[in-house]
């Protein structure tokens, strides 16, 4: 591992933790030549299918951008980065557990939506605007309309 400070490849492991899922592996490392110390991470690396887009091309998964657009949805929102990271974990884990090759991005995007539902409801109408390109007001209210509809049923099933 080269230092981020000196450029420097010898290094020493001062401390390692898994986080709470044992995915991730933290690791405190000291420079030897600098002395100074950083943090280094540690996942596995899976493979992730790829993804078909609306016009058919393929496409790589890409964490990054999930968690980003989570991030933008989830802005000024009692939403911690722990709770975007734990459900894009959940999402890849489903993901891969269905066993495909390849998913078309619509299936990844209703997860997305779903999701966010129950982790913050201004979040999701932020990511649904988007990702449903609404054309106007109209079917930005239809959507909250749903959004609406929905939180009734569920205050009169309990």
Known sequence: ???PYCGHLDNKVVDSRLNKES????RRRKCEACERRFTTYERLEVTMPMLIKKDGRRETWDRNKVVNG???ACEKRPVSMEEVE???DSLERDLQDMGEREIPVKL?????????????????VRFASVYRQF????????ELKG????QEDD???S
């Open 70 to 72: 989570l991030k933008k």
């Open 135 to 142: 054309k106007d007001l109209n079917e930005f209210m239809d």
């Open 86 to 88: 734990d459900f894009v």
């Open 23 to 26: 995915t991730i592996t933290r």
């Open 1 to 3: 591992m080269k230092c």
């Open 155 to 157: 205050a009169a099933a």
């Open 147 to 150: 959004l609406l509809g929905a």
């Open 108 to 124: 990844v995007g209703a997860r997305l939506m779903d999701g966010l539902r129950n982790l913050d409801e201004v979040a999701y």
